[in-house]
């Protein structure tokens, strides 16, 4: 037969987003001295651990509830694992730090995420991203997590950066977050909307005024239960990318 392939992944961790389980997104340390094996960094509970692993019975990349890199026989002397994803995307055998935000072909689950599902590889954890400070004009978004993160990830939640004026009134730009999101006037729809771009109009709009008008403090927002909106120098507790009601 043909020689079996074993990719040498040289991540510190990996970072996984948008595959469309909640329980599988996340970060993913490297186990000591076992190439190609991770562990969920939050899953302390042994009964709870999640592993991202090659294994070359399968010749895949799976996401599993316990570590199977070393089996090769096709009835393991251990219960059949539970398997949460399985990729055969051959682009992450050359994956090394530093490299984010790459796009993970799956063959399950269905990410649910416009961008499909992402990796990244990484020599620390993700540092905290300090809040950028407040200036005055500034507005301060927060919603739920689960509106924010994961399934939805409609990633709304920051502070919003006064821009210039646009379309004849004032804009805000979220700042210091991963996606791209605007709070601005639209004058096609003569409201204010929160959206994925300045386009005129936008092609995804998240949250909108359910009434017409450019007086954004009159704004009664669709979903009002799950957005709330203040001045980001008067914000309690500060406004960053995970801020949450």
């Not at 899953?43 to 070359?56: S, V």
């Not at 059949?80 to 050359?94: A, E, G, H, N």
């Not at 995420?113 to 407040?134: D, Q, V, Y």
């Amino acid at each position: 037969g043909l020689p079996v392939f074993t990719p040498m992944m040289a991540c510190n961790f990996i970072e996984l987003k948008y595959t469309g389980d909640c329980d599988v997104d996340g970060l993913y340390s490297s186990v000591f001295n076992e190439p190609n094996l991770y562990k969920k960094s939050d899953a302390n509970n042994h009964l709870n651990a999640k592993y991202f692993q090659y294994t070359e019975f399968t010749q895949s990349y799976i996401v599993a509830d316990t570590d199977i890199t070393n089996q090769c026989d096709a009835t393991p002397a251990i219960a059949s694992p539970t398997v949460y994803l399985k990729s055969v995307d051959y682009s992450l055998r050359s994956l090394t730090n530093g490299q984010v935000n790459q796009p993970l072909q799956l063959e399950f689950p269905t990410p649910t995420h416009a961008n499909g599902a992402i990796i990244s590889c990484l020599s620390n954890e993700r540092p905290t991203k300090l809040t950028p400070f407040a200036s005055p004009g500034d507005l301060c978004v927060v919603t739920p997590s689960w509106l924010n993160g994961c399934p939805n990830y409609w990633e709304v939640s920051g502070l919003y950066r006064a821009m210039s004026i646009i379309n004849g009134f004032p804009a805000y730009k979220l700042d210091g977050c991963e996606s791209m999101r605007y709070l601005f006037y639209v004058e096609y729809f003569n409201r204010y909307v929160i959206a994925d771009s300045l386009e005129n109009p936008p092609s995804q709009i998240l949250f909108y005024c359910e009434n017409e008008g450019s007086a954004l403090d009159q704004c009664q927002w669709s979903n009002p239960t799950f957005i709330e909106i203040s001045d980001a120098t008067t914000k309690v507790g500060g406004c960053g990318c995970n801020s949450e009601l």
